[in-house]
């Protein structure tokens, strides 16, 4: 029953922006962490953001601070990631996922995104070239 469906993936040149967001369904957003993944061809899928229920507290990882910006609007029951100056290297297929009992922890990065997470998106293609 929980579903989560990306968008607004795209062929953007370097230097550009894109919104990817995720329609979530099922849960009330309000009381669920969030966050966004990536696999690039050939690549191990990586933790990219999260954010928290309450969408105080946020996570991501060290190539795209400063750059992507994540967030959330519980009464469209949608969370956003904000992709600014994108890089070749950004491109991949963009996931987000979501579970119960998931926290958005950034004091413990790597358990926090290696965790199981039983629902995941189909994911949205991020293409970033000239």
């Known amino acids: 029953q929980v579903q989560l469906v990306e968008s607004g993936g795209g062929l953007v040149q370097p230097g550009g922006s894109l919104r990817l967001s995720c329609a979530v369904s099922g849960v009330t957003l309000a009381y669920y962490v969030v966050g966004w993944f990536r696999q690039g061809p050939g690549k191990e899928r990586e933790g990219v953001s999260c954010?928290?229920?309450?969408?105080?507290?946020?996570y991501y990882t060290h190539s795209v601070k400063g750059r992507f910006t994540i967030s959330k609007d519980d009464a469209k029951n949608t969370v956003y990631l904000q992709m600014n100056n994108l890089k070749p290297e950004d491109t991949a297929i963009y996931y987000c996922?979501?579970?119960?009992?998931?926290?958005?922890?950034?004091?413990?990065?790597?358990?926090?995104?290696?965790?199981?997470?039983?629902?995941w998106g189909r994911g949205t293609q991020v293409t970033v070239s000239s």
């Open positions: 996922a979501t579970d119960y009992f998931w926290i958005c922890n950034p004091n413990n990065p790597d358990a926090t995104m290696r965790a199981t997470l039983d629902y």
């Open positions: 954010i928290s229920s309450a969408g105080d507290t946020t």
